[in-house]
């Protein structure tokens, strides 16, 4: 797999992952830094005109560095859970194919502590240059089962005690109004699309994030960006103070 862009690659270095290096010539500033560390770990680098590296990242912003990465170790729906260090907290994306908005989500998911990504081997995008350069280079760092099945996946949470929230446009109960405390997986549909019907009805409850504005919907990727923060600012309200007493109010309970 390539990734392009100064970010993705540090970030694929810090997980050791890169195999090698293609630069521009008296390329400065932060890709500086990927070199040294690069030729610390013996990292073959080559260096080649501009146009190559326009080639290879298929016309993305590279910034005068492409790195060929291995492959991201394989998780399953249980490594996931198991390997979580609180109440899990998982997003699952059904049918998101603009490896943009993944890059994105990505990058959410890590920045909020999440536990991993779920999404399917078909109908989603591929995990690749675009998505890395989107995800800022938490691509190298969260971890991602893909499965055959996103309805199975979800029997997979719910049989591993994991609440699996889906996020709707047209659902009456209020994201924050769900008690995200609980292990939980948030599900995410693709954009004009949102959750096919068999996903949506193996969702143990739907929620709405309320718009205020004149649009009736937000980019995937920032609405979730959304819950999962508000699932992480629920778990740190709940977590107790240095007096042993809960640090906040929570909204309501499991429900819907």
Same mark, same amino acid.
């Given at each position: 797999m390539i990734v392009y862009g100064i970010n993705p690659v540090l970030e694929a270095l810090r997980a050791r992952r890169v195999a090698a290096l293609k630069v521009v010539p008296r390329a400065g500033g932060r890709v500086r830094e990927i070199l040294e560390r690069a030729e610390t770990e013996a990292i073959p680098i %080559?260096?080649?005109d501009a146009t190559v590296l326009d080639r290879e990242a *298929? *016309?993305?912003v590279h910034q005068g560095v492409v790195a060929e990465v291995r492959p991201a170790a394989e998780y399953t729906v249980d490594d996931l859970v198991r390997g979580a260090q609180g109440p899990p907290l998982i997003a699952v +994306?059904? *049918?998101i194919e603009d490896p943009h908005n993944v890059g994105a989500i990505l990058r959410a998911a890590d920045a909020a502590g999440a536990d *991993?990504?779920?999404?399917? &081997?078909?109908h989603a995008a591929p995990l690749g240059g675009a998505a890395a350069k989107a995800s800022a280079g938490a691509i190298a760092h969260v971890r991602i089962a893909t499965v055959v099945n996103i309805a199975r996946a979800l029997e997979q949470l719910n049989e591993a005690g994991v609440w699996t929230v889906g996020l709707a446009t047209d659902a009456a109960l209020h994201y924050d109004q769900v008690d995200l405390r +609980?292990? %939980?997986a948030v599900v995410l549909g693709a954009e004009g699309v949102g959750l096919r019907r068999v996903v949506r009805e193996r969702c143990e409850v739907? &929620?709405?994030i309320p718009m205020h504005g004149h649009v009736d919907s937000l980019n995937v990727s920032v609405a979730a960006g959304i819950v999962l923060f508000e699932a992480l600012r629920q778990r740190q309200a709940a977590a107790p103070r240095g007096d042993g007493t809960p640090g906040g109010a929570i909204g309501a309970g499991r429900g819907g």
């Open positions: %080559t260096y080649v *298929g *016309g993305g +994306l059904d *049918g *991993g990504v779920v999404r399917q &081997a078909r +609980l292990p %939980t739907v &929620a709405s």
